[in-house]
């Protein structure tokens, strides 16, 4: 053994000791503190024998963990991922009670709720001393990381990345902060908030910063799969209802998901821009990636959840993880209590109710999902992946009910940066450089809510408009969530199960109302097609005027039998779309590019009978949801429009690709810059073609049924192992 090997053996040793040494301390402390906790025999012990029955016991308890822990929780796969964080304790007190069994003359003893305290202690220090210790030894943490990966490119035959070394190709890290807009990070960067992000776009950083314009549809769902995928064609809002089959189409639900990214294969006939060695985690989309974890399209395919739930255990297996994490998620809980009481005693506006479920749905964003979805993106790099695309939904679900600006979303974009700044520290230390690319795919815009504003819903205005009964109170509409969708399947729970019943209507000839953020859907599903304005009017008269010159209501985009599609506004104000002008009409007050967004929306197979924008205020950036938001998303109106894409220099500057593309004969995009999340896609594709060669298209797979709208994607066959992969 050479000398390298002897340091390494001995560095290993030294802090194996350690750890075992700080556990037998903090054992004795738990003794000496808790009644019911003892490490000596009914007749006393003298120090020395105390000590050395801690060390055993400590001992114990870190090699059951070790070896036992993981067995553990790949036993219990079939056990909703939510459910096994509430289990962590549980399981860490048995295996506990377990090694004071093993303790000699039986000196060891606990209550078994002693024994979850005194587990989940010993967990976090051992945590927090080894997390330490390999601070301080940065190579021996990356050699540890580095040969766990190489196990697993072994054991799956692919090639080791330090063939190529870090002078070689190389890897791609694409961060998305999910809802934070571009003016959001500019302010979080200057006031502190987010000193990685501040750092990287200083000079000597060298990253460079752009925002972009999103479509109508500002929303996770159809940026996220432009971006992906390379098409959002026909993904009209968040949900939208097809009346050919009498559904609901939600992005965050699992079968709808998986219908959206088999549409958009099908459109551009390429599987995804992580089809070349890529991995996807915490997505709504696959990408084409072979690796994934959290991927909600695919839990429709894998059966009971497995396929979205995998990375949870393959993050979980590590006690400390499960330990560290479910503190931070009960810490979380608290956290968010404290806040909404405080905001209802201090009575401050505008405000939206946050009890029920909401506190364990942001714990779940805001802590478990960004911790496994982060652990995955660390795999990711050691393991050489060629492309990685993620997101941490965090900021988008607290700003939802706290506000955009608001000082809970603050926190959670400090917590953010955090987990930013390791992923950064890491890269410096894995088997092939990285380039980490941040960005998002919308922003928020604040507000109060419709009903706040007006005593009334969208649907209840819709109602009245018709000549129907109408709610004495307004009741809150259903608020779309990545999170709270998430949350479901991670308890086995359909998300249909839980949807209101405004997307369900009593009678066939009821129109259904749906809400995407500040964006509302009006369908009339006794009407066959598209229905039009005629059509609209001999049943119900009063309805267009009604909305058009409610004052939260912006435009609306309805279809005339005899002038085509019109824009309608208040004043009895009517536009045809094709003479749609930016900074003109009901338009107005929308900012660049609104008009375009509108007429392409207008061309979808599935628009609504009537699309509904709310009304924008540019003085102040505010607009009012259709859902129970004071941060919302979905339509037009302020920096909910407005995202940012973060890249470092030396990669091609995405307005010259703009630039190249209309050149080539592409259409200039309306106002310049980079518009539509589709040009994201095809930014982020030249990118990785920049360096690895371009990705691979559906047709070249090899699949039989390429050209078929059902064919399955790509890769997928040849990666059973591939979820979860870590």
């Known amino acids: 053994m050479g000398d390298g090997k002897w340091r390494t053996a001995g560095r290993a040793l030294m802090r194996v000791t350690v750890v075992w040494a700080v556990s037998t301390l903090t054992m004795l402390a738990l003794a000496g503190i808790l009644p019911d906790f003892r490490l000596q025999s009914d007749d006393g012990d003298t120090i020395t024998r105390t000590a050395f029955t801690a060390a055993w016991g400590a001992g114990a308890f870190g090699l059951l963990s070790a070896l036992v822990w993981p067995v553990l929780v790949r036993a219990l796969l079939i056990v909703p991922a939510l459910v096994l964080g509430a289990l962590v304790f549980f399981l860490n007190g048995s295996l506990l009670l377990v090694a004071l069994r093993l303790i000699p003359d039986g000196r060891g003893d606990a209550a078994p ?21 390999a601070v301080r030894d940065d190579e021996a943490y990356r050699r540890r990381l580095s040969r766990l990966a190489d196990r697993r490119r ?44 501040a750092h990287w776009l200083g000079d000597a950083a060298g990253h460079r910063l752009t925002l972009w314009r999103t479509d109508w549809s500002s929303q996770t769902g159809a940026s996220q799969l432009a971006i992906l995928h390379g098409s959002n064609h026909d993904v009209p809002a968040f949900r939208w209802y097809e009346k050919e089959t009498r559904t609901v189409m939600v992005s965050s639900r699992p079968a709808s998901a998986l219908e959206m990214q088999r549409r958009a294969i099908a459109h551009t006939r390429d599987g995804g821009l992580l089809t070349v060695d890529g991995a996807s985690r915490g997505n709504l989309f696959s990408g084409g990636a072979a690796q994934l974890a959290l991927v909600l399209s695919m839990a429709a395919r894998r059966g009971k959840g497995r396929g979205s739930r995998a990375g949870y255990f393959a993050y979980f297996s590590d006690p400390a993880n499960a330990t560290r994490t479910a503190l931070s998620f009960v810490a979380e809980v608290a956290r968010e209590i404290g806040q909404s009481t405080r905001a209802r005693a201090l009575k401050i506006t505008p405000r939206v109710k946050r009890g029920g479920l909401y506190p364990f749905i942001r714990a779940f964003a805001t802590v478990v999902e960004r911790d496994v979805v ?38 959670v974009l400090e917590r953010l940066d955090r987990s930013l700044a390791l992923i950064a520290k890491i890269a410096d230390h894995t088997p092939r450089s990285y380039r980490i690319v941040l960005l998002s795919d919308h922003g ?11 005593g009334l819903t969208l649907k209840d205005l819709v109602r009245a408009g018709c000549g129907l009964p109408v709610p004495r109170r307004a009741r809150g509409t259903h608020s779309a969530s990545e999170a709270r969708d998430a949350v479901r399947i991670a308890l086995h729970r359909p998300p249909e199960e839980l949807e209101p019943e405004a997307e369900h209507p009593a009678r066939h000839s009821d129109p259904i109302v749906l809400a995407s953020g500040n964006l509302g859907l009006l369908s009339f599903p006794d009407i066959e097609g598209r229905a039009s304005r005629e059509q ?21 985009l309805v279809r005339s039998e005899e002038h085509g599609s019109l824009v309608l506004g208040p004043g009895c104000a009517e536009v045809p779309v094709s003479e749609l002008r930016d900074g003109e009409g009901p338009l107005a007050d929308f900012g660049t590019g609104a008009a375009a967004a509108v007429r392409r929306t207008d061309t979808f197979p599935h628009v609504a009978d ?26 037009l109106g302020g920096e909910q429009s407005r995202p940012f894409l973060l890249w470092p220099r030396g990669m091609t500057d995405p307005l010259d690709i703009v630039a190249a593309e209309t050149a080539e004969g592409h259409p200039a995009p309306p106002g310049g810059g980079l518009v539509g999340a589709e040009a994201v896609h095809r930014v982020l594709a030249r990118w990785l073609h920049e360096i690895s060669g371009p990705q691979v298209p559906v047709h070249a797979e090899g699949f039989a049924g390429a050209d078929r709208a059902d064919a399955p994607f790509p890769r997928e066959a040849a990666a059973k192992d591939a979820p979860g992969t870590v």
């Not at 928020?444 to 007006?454: D, I, V």
């Not at 267009?544 to 004052?551: G, I, V």
């Not at 859902?627 to 998303?633: D, R, T, Y």
């Open 113 to 133: 709720e002693t024994a979850v305290v005194v587990a989940a202690v010993m967990s976090a220090v051992a945590s927090a001393t080894s997390t330490a210790l």
């Open 374 to 411: 982060v652990a995955a993106v660390l795999g990711d790099m050691f393991a050489g992946r060629t492309a990685v695309y993620a997101d941490l939904v965090a900021y988008d679900e607290v700003a939802h009910h706290s506000g955009p600006y608001s000082r809970d979303a603050e926190k």
């Open 536 to 556: 609209i009017d001999r049943s119900h008269p009063a309805l267009l005027s009604t909305l058009a010159n409610h004052p939260g209501i912006g435009f609306l």
């Open 444 to 454: 928020q815009s604040p507000g109060e809510t419709f009903a706040g504003k007006y």
């Open 154 to 197: 072994r054991r799956r035959g692919r090639p080791s990345p330090a063939d190529h070394g870090r002078d070689g190709p190389p890897g791609t890290v694409f961060i998305q902060l999910d809802g934070v807009g571009h003016d959001v990070l500019v302010k979080a960067a200057a006031d502190g908030l987010m000193p990685t992000v």
């Open 610 to 635: 009537v699309m509904v924008n709310s009304m924008y205020d540019p003085a102040t950036g505010t607009v009012h949801a259709f859902e129970e938001q004071i941060g919302s998303h979905g339509g």
